[in-house]
Nanobody
Framework: QVQLVESGGGLVQAGGSLRLSCAASGSILGINAMGWYRQPPGKQRELVAVVTSSGSANYADSVKGRFTISGDNALKMVYLQMNSLKPEDTAVYYC??????????WGQGTQVTVSS
């Protein structure tokens, strides 16, 4: 059974930093990409960043220059370094792993709250 567990969320003041981690366990074959989504209060889930198996990373415009995604397919880990956090970054952050099949595996989410 595949399980993704996020960690590293919490409460931080505007301008601060957090590092999210996501560890996947279980049998996941052929990882194509790993990424992070977020769902702000009262809004829809949105893509934050994604990194492919070839190492190519893409970011939402709202986080470019502030967030950095990295992943390790062999270890089935994905990270999100978040700097210069803003109150509008407040959301539940979810990690996702996408395989070549394709299948998607989602974590339960971790809360990030940025105070002004």
């Amino acid at each position: 059974q595949v399980q993704l567990v996020e960690s590293g969320g919490g409460l931080v003041q505007a301008g601060g930093s957090l590092r999210l981690s996501c560890a996947a366990s279980g049998s996941i074959l052929g990882i194509n990409a790993m990424g992070w989504y977020r769902q702000p209060p009262g809004k829809q889930r949105e893509l934050v960043a994604v990194v492919t198996s070839s190492g190519s990373a893409n970011y939402a415009d709202s986080v470019k220059g502030r967030f950095t995604i990295s992943g390790d397919n062999a270890l089935k880990m994905v990270y999100l370094q978040m700097n210069s956090l803003k109150p509008e970054d407040t959301a539940v952050y979810y990690c996702v792993v996408v395989t070549w099949d394709p299948k998607q595996y989602w974590g339960q989410g971790t809360q990030v709250t940025v105070s002004s």
